[in-house]
């Protein structure tokens, strides 16, 4: 049987071996964007917001970025004394939360301040091809997990507009952290219209509270396709 066996593709064996299921390699085309969210070092481990295991998506966003001919950066970007840092509201600490007009907001520790080394991009991040590093997060007084629009749920970041230009219908995200920039990220690349993917094994979560279990659920709900980084064609 082993030998019958040798040489069938998966998708052969996928005919043979009753139910299996092997979804088809999706391949990017020049409909597709991937949008890389907030690999920067104070999400990376030893960072002001490290998220675990965090540095272990940048040899697979380096993997799959070689199959994109369109690809995004984007930056948390915050002013000091930023409204998400618990910092700047009295008597409030890292992870707690506050009401802000434009809703609950969770309050940070500072991360990501404009122009600062935390805020940089890994270093070993190694996609010289991407078109557009976004910056968000850079209003005081609003926060932007979303790379397409800030958290008051109408600034926009031209995100959207700019993928539109460019002719783009598809959507992969990728980075940190899957419960907050990716999940915020792939809602809003829905909302916009773009069939989307979450690259699961290319991304990490903070998990707060059971955000990561929320942010899947919320995702599924809204059409984003969960889909592995070996689901993407070479
Ligand atoms: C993020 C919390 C605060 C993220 C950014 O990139 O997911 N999370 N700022
Ligand atoms: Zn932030």
């Excluded at 991040?125 to 008051?152: C, M, Q, W």
């Excluded at 942010?215 to 689901?231: E, F, H, N, P, Y």
């Amino acid at each position: 049987r082993r030998l019958f066996l040798t040489g069938l593709g998966a998708t052969s064996v996928a005919a043979l071996v009753p139910g299996a299921i092997m979804a088809a390699a999706i391949k990017p085309d020049n409909a597709s964007a991937l949008i890389v969210i907030d690999v920067q070092n104070c999400f990376l481990p030893g960072g002001s917001l490290a998220v675990k295991d965090g540095d272990q998506v940048v040899p697979v966003i380096n993997r799959i970025a070689k199959g994109f001919a369109n690809v995004v950066l984007t930056q948390d970007w915050h002013t000091a004394g930023h409204v998400s840092f618990a910092t700047s509201h009295s008597g409030k600490k890292p992870f707690e939360t506050v009401d802000l007009p434009y809703g609950k907001q969770v309050l940070w520790p500072d991360h990501c301040v404009q122009g600062t080394e935390g805020a940089s991009l890994s270093k070993d991040l190694a996609i010289p091809h991407a078109g557009l590093v976004i910056r968000k997060g850079f209003n005081k007084n609003v926060d932007s997990y979303s790379a397409f629009t800030e958290a008051d749920g109408k600034t926009s970041t031209g995100l959207a507009a700019y993928l539109k230009a460019r002719k783009v219908k598809r959507a992969f995200l990728a980075g940190l952290a899957t419960d907050y920039c990716v999940a915020w990220s792939a809602l809003d690349a829905r909302k916009a219209g773009f069939e989307t993917f979450v690259i699961e094994d290319a991304c990490r979560g903070i998990d707060l509270q059971g955000s990561l279990a929320k942010a899947w659920t919320d995702m599924t709900k809204a059409g984003v396709k969960r889909i592995q980084s070996g689901d993407i064609a070479a």
